[in-house]
């Protein structure tokens, strides 16, 4: 069974930084892409910033360059969401995500993290 365990988040105040966990387990991750995604109140789910697995290969949306960083640690099978100079405006529920291919498109992943909510404060 394949799960993703998202851990961090959690309240900061604005042009703070956060780190995001999601633990994956079930399956090999090798042919797999894996996301970050958020959704704020009221809006659809946005893809941030997605990895290749097997070859590292990262795909940041044009919204979140500079200032957010995918990683991913082989060995424990985690990847890494680092989020610095946080605004107001990045408040939402952030969600990781796997899929069979690289896509931006939400329900094109077969897999998702439970989300975990991050709160910026002005």
């Known amino acids: 069974q394949v799960q993703l365990v998202q851990s961090g988040g959690g309240l900061v105040q604005a042009g703070g930084s956060l780190r995001l966990s999601c633990a994956a387990s079930?399956?090999?991750?090798?042919?797999?892409?894996m996301g970050w995604f958020r959704q704020a109140p009221g809006k659809e789910r946005e893809f941030q910033v997605g990895?290749?697995?097997?070859?590292?290969?990262?795909y940041y949306a044009d919204s979140v360059k500079g200032r957010v960083t995918i990683s991913r640690d082989l060995a424990k099978n985690t990847m890494y969401l680092q989020m610095n100079s946080l605004k107001p405006e990045d408040t939402a529920v952030y969600y990781c995500?796997?899929?069979?291919?690289?896509?931006?498109?939400?329900?094109?992943?077969?897999?998702w993290g439970q989300g975990t909510q991050v709160t910026v404060s002005s």
């Open positions: 079930g399956r090999s991750f090798s042919s797999y892409f």
């Open positions: 990895i290749s697995w097997s070859s590292g290969r990262t």
């Open positions: 995500a796997s899929g069979p291919q690289i896509t931006v498109v939400a329900s094109d992943y077969d897999y």
